[in-house]
């Protein structure tokens, strides 16, 4: 159990394998030579990743320039490589023998140039079976990073309502999206319960698309709380630890 928790190719399939969820869980395959290129051509970016990766560590994202031209970002470095088999094999260099994904890139809207995706905790009671979304934060990208890991890429927090309104798609409706997000954050906790019983927290990665599809880019069981206590705004913060005091 402590070691499925961390497991992301498990907690992937637990919820891509339910049907009303699989359409928000972008497609992800162990990572070898073959899914990497098949990732690739069909989906022109990916982000490869770490099975037990966390803080936003060792995470890569590949994207097709056309012709045989190809280019690899991780931590604030861009490199151009030449050819699927060299840019698979340059991944490879860098990250040994470890076990890795490879994932369909959630095409992020950005604010001041920069991707976004938020933080969403949902938690239930101690004697309850109620799930509720207690906390919801925009976590942009830091400089140059791709990944939205506050620490790592020194990235910014927003509110979401305020964060989506300063965004690329202001033109969306906040409280549509962000009611779709909780309807999608209560489900995947219900499915995540059947096979963490007794577990009473998740903090869900989410992206959305340009045109505000959702996309869960993982589900975490120990969710760090700094998101919320770095908030001027203490509300979500006294919220989530109400519920883990019971
Ligand atoms: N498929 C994806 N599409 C777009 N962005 C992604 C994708 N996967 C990861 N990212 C970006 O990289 C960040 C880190 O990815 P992920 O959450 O999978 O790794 P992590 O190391 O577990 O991070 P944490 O410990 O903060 O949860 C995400 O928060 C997001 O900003
Ligand atoms: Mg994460």
Same mark, same amino acid.
């Given at each position: 159990?402590?070691?499925?928790?961390?497991?992301?190719?498990?907690?992937?399939?637990?919820?891509?394998?339910?049907?009303?969820?699989?359409? $928000?869980?972008?497609?992800?395959?162990?990572?070898?030579?073959?899914?990497?290129? *098949?990732?690739?051509?069909?989906?022109?970016?990916?982000?490869?990743?770490? &099975?037990?990766? #966390?803080?936003? @560590?060792?995470?890569?994202?590949?994207?097709?320039?056309?012709?045989?031209?190809?280019? &690899?970002?991780?931590?604030?470095?861009?490199?151009?490589?030449?050819?699927?088999?060299?840019?698979?094999?340059?991944?490879?260099?860098?990250?040994?023998?470890?076990? $890795?994904?490879?994932?369909?890139?959630?095409?992020?809207?950005?604010?001041?140039?920069?991707?976004?995706?938020?933080?969403?905790?949902?938690?239930?009671?101690?004697?309850?079976?109620?799930?509720?979304?207690?906390?919801?934060?925009? *976590?942009?990208?830091?400089?140059? $990073?791709?990944?939205?890991?506050?620490?790592?890429?020194?990235? *910014?927090?927003?509110?979401?309502?305020?964060?989506?309104? @300063?965004? #690329?798609?202001?033109?969306?409706?906040?409280?549509?999206?962000?009611?779709?997000?909780?309807?999608?954050?209560?489900? #995947?906790?219900?499915?995540?319960?059947?096979?963490?019983?007794?577990?009473? /927290?998740?903090?869900?990665?989410?992206?959305?698309?340009?045109?505000?599809?959702?996309?869960?880019?993982?589900?975490?069981?120990?969710?760090?709380?700094?998101?919320?206590?770095?908030?001027?705004? *203490?509300?979500?913060?006294?919220? /989530?630890?109400?519920?883990?005091?019971?």
């Amino acid at each position: 159990m402590a070691s499925a928790a961390k497991d992301k190719w498990y907690k992937y399939l637990l919820l891509r394998r339910h049907a009303s969820l699989r359409s $928000y869980v972008p497609e992800t395959k162990l990572l070898d030579r073959h899914h990497f290129s *098949k990732l690739l051509s069909k989906y022109g970016h990916v982000i490869v990743k770490p &099975v037990w990766g #966390s803080r936003g @560590q060792g995470i890569f994202q590949v994207s097709w320039l056309g012709h045989h031209k190809y280019i &690899v970002h991780y931590e604030n470095i861009k490199v151009l490589v030449r050819g699927r088999t060299n840019t698979y094999r340059y991944i490879r260099r860098k990250i040994g023998n470890a076990s $890795y994904m490879v994932q369909r890139r959630i095409t992020r809207p950005t604010i001041n140039n920069r991707p976004f995706d938020m933080r969403v905790i949902i938690q239930r009671r101690t004697d309850s079976s109620v799930w509720v979304v207690t906390g919801k934060v925009i *976590k942009v990208a830091g400089k140059g $990073y791709i990944v939205s890991n506050n620490t790592r890429s020194k990235g *910014k927090l927003l509110h979401f309502k305020s964060g989506i309104r @300063q965004s #690329s798609v202001r033109h969306l409706s906040a409280s549509k999206l962000e009611s779709h997000i909780d309807r999608v954050s209560i489900r #995947s906790a219900k499915r995540l319960s059947a096979f963490f019983p007794g577990h009473r /927290i998740y903090g869900l990665d989410i992206g959305i698309d340009r045109k505000g599809h959702i996309g869960i880019i993982e589900a975490n069981l120990f969710p760090a709380r700094s998101h919320f206590r770095k908030l001027m705004d *203490k509300t979500m913060y006294h919220r /989530i630890t109400d519920y883990q005091n019971g």
